[in-house]
């Protein structure tokens, strides 16, 4: 029984930083792929940045150069550095975890509540 539980979500001005957290608890965090998404209202959850157990990272072209995901295995915990960020970058930020499984086995994928980001312009 996984659970995630996210922190750091505040209002900032464009321009500037926030850095939101993401603490796991009840799993194997090292084997876990773990991401950042996001949803604004009206419009889809989308995701935006995401590391893999050995460290290798992607992001949405949309954040790409701005923000930075990092993992502490030690804490079982991912960040989210937001710099210069957008009023467009509002929304609400969900932690992702998830553990690729061969067939048969399932996927283990668990979300955490979410934490609102607000940019004001």
């Known amino acids: 029984q996984g659970q995630l539980v996210e922190s750091g979500g505040g209002l900032v001005q464009a321009g500037g930083s926030l850095r939101v957290s993401c603490v796991a608890s009840g799993i194997a965090f090292s084997r876990y792929e773990m991401g950042w998404y996001r949803q604004a209202p009206g419009k889809e959850r989308e995701l935006v940045a995401t590391?893999?157990?050995?460290?290798?990272?992607n992001y949405a072209s949309s954040v790409k150069g701005r923000f930075t995901i990092s993992r502490d295995d030690a804490l079982n915990t991912v960040h989210l550095q937001m710099n210069s960020l957008r009023p467009e970058d509002t929304a609400v930020y969900y932690c992702n975890a998830k553990w690729g499984r061969p067939w048969p086995l399932e996927d283990r994928v668990y979300w955490g509540q979410g934490t609102q980001v607000t940019v004001s312009s």
């Open positions: 590391v893999t157990d050995d460290g290798s990272t």
